[in-house]
């Protein structure tokens, strides 16, 4: 099989644990543009963030982002949109307000949280993982419901941080009863993600594909976390991370290194090196 797409995720993946690109992985990028290979990144980040990072790899792609709510090369060059509308927007944050979580509402050019102190590390580490905050600002407020009454807003993806499994179950227990139009993506630590209704990282995947012309068997996937699994899952070719959670490695058909161990560059110079060019096989192809 040769593919002709390669999805890499950002956090935990292509990024060390310090947040640093490495010289390696760049290289594989490179390595893999010159076959003829369209490279995307999918990510629960922002798509300026996202797009910051792009630019670090050389690459001028459509990238998934926010989960899959937003697929662009800019924001003034979306192909797919799907916002959570201002009306529940302003009702979720009601429900969640009645939790002791930890609120983050993503717009596409900022972000607005609540104060309350739940997991303080862990925000914190969310924060600075969102990007450069000149370019992607954070606001904190005392209440999100009072600011919405005020400024209501529409956003691609809520953020929300609870001290505990227990609390988060219970909270989404009332959101999926009171908002069938929703999806929520569960992570590790306490923390989950609400969009809109049939958004992920796959479906992402896959509007991209269609936009483009190529399948899902047609594509590689390397990613490490939970909501990277039903995209490794359904790839021509999934890859997990070394760094991923047993359930993620179960579902991958490779298994790389870690992102400290340049698992991204490893997995990619071992594996294409063997494709040949798509232009060359488009080629062979026609004089048969």
Same mark, same amino acid.
């Given at each position: 099989?040769?593919?002709?797409?390669? $999805?890499?995720?950002?956090?935990?993946?292509?990024?060390?644990?310090?947040?640093?690109?490495?010289?390696?992985?760049?290289?594989?990028? +490179?390595?893999?543009?010159?076959?003829?290979?369209?490279?995307?990144?999918?990510?629960?980040?922002?798509?300026?963030?996202?797009?910051?990072?792009?630019? $670090?790899?050389?690459?001028? =792609? +459509?990238?998934?982002?926010?989960?899959?709510?937003?697929?662009?090369?800019?924001?003034?060059?979306?192909?797919?949109?799907?916002?959570?509308? +201002? *009306?529940?927007?302003?009702?979720?944050?009601?429900?969640?307000?009645?939790?002791?979580?930890?609120?983050?509402?993503?717009? *596409?050019? %900022? =972000?607005?949280?609540?104060?309350?102190?739940? /997991?303080?590390?862990?925000?914190?580490?969310?924060?600075?993982?969102?990007?450069?905050?000149?370019? %992607?600002?954070?606001?904190?407020?005392?209440?999100?419901?009072?600011?919405?009454?005020?400024?209501?807003?529409?956003?691609?993806?809520?953020?929300?941080?609870?001290?505990? *499994?227990?609390?988060?179950?219970?909270?989404?227990?009332?959101?999926?009863?009171?908002?069938?139009?929703?999806?929520?993506?569960?992570?590790?630590?306490?923390? &989950?993600?609400?969009?809109?209704?049939?958004?992920?990282?796959?479906?992402?995947? /896959?509007?991209?594909?269609?936009?483009?012309?190529?399948?899902?068997?047609? &594509?590689?996937?390397?990613?490490?976390?939970?909501?990277?699994?039903?995209?490794? +899952?359904?790839?021509?070719?999934? #890859?997990?991370?070394?760094? $991923?959670? &047993?359930?993620?490695?179960? #579902? $991958?058909?490779?298994?790389?290194?870690?992102?400290?161990?340049?698992?991204?560059? %490893? &997995?990619?110079?071992?594996?294409?090196?063997?494709? /040949?060019?798509?232009?060359?096989?488009?080629?062979?192809?026609?004089?048969?």
């Amino acid at each position: 099989m040769a593919y002709k797409l390669l $999805a890499l995720n950002i956090d935990g993946t292509i990024l060390k644990d310090n947040g640093r690109l490495q010289r390696e992985t760049k290289e594989a990028v +490179e390595y893999v543009k010159r076959k003829g290979v369209y490279v995307t990144l999918m990510t629960s980040r922002n798509l300026l963030a996202a797009r910051k990072i792009a630019k $670090a790899l050389k690459l001028n =792609s +459509e990238l998934i982002t926010f989960q899959g709510a937003i697929i662009g090369k800019s924001l003034n060059a979306k192909i797919f949109e799907a916002l959570i509308p +201002e *009306e529940r927007t302003f009702n979720i944050v009601q429900v969640l307000e009645n939790f002791h979580c930890n609120i983050r509402l993503l717009h *596409e050019r %900022y =972000s607005i949280g609540n104060r309350k102190k739940v /997991q303080k590390n862990l925000v914190a580490k969310t924060v600075l993982s969102s990007g450069d905050p000149f370019f %992607y600002p954070t606001q904190f407020v005392d209440s999100l419901g009072d600011i919405l009454i005020d400024e209501p807003l529409a956003v691609p993806k809520i953020d929300v941080y609870f001290a505990n *499994e227990k609390e988060r179950n219970e909270a989404a227990a009332v959101l999926e009863k009171a908002f069938p139009a929703i999806d929520m993506i569960m992570q590790q630590n306490g923390k &989950m993600e609400i969009v809109a209704r049939g958004v992920s990282k796959l479906a992402g995947l /896959q509007r991209l594909g269609k936009h483009l012309g190529i399948s899902l068997k047609e &594509m590689v996937v390397i990613g490490d976390g939970l909501d990277d699994m039903p995209a490794i +899952e359904a790839a021509g070719l999934g #890859v997990a991370m070394g760094n $991923a959670p &047993m359930e993620v490695k179960k #579902v $991958a058909d490779w298994v790389t290194r870690s992102n400290e161990q340049l698992g991204v560059a %490893y &997995m990619v110079k071992e594996h294409f090196r063997k494709q /040949q060019r798509l232009e060359f096989l488009q080629k062979l192809k026609m004089k048969r």
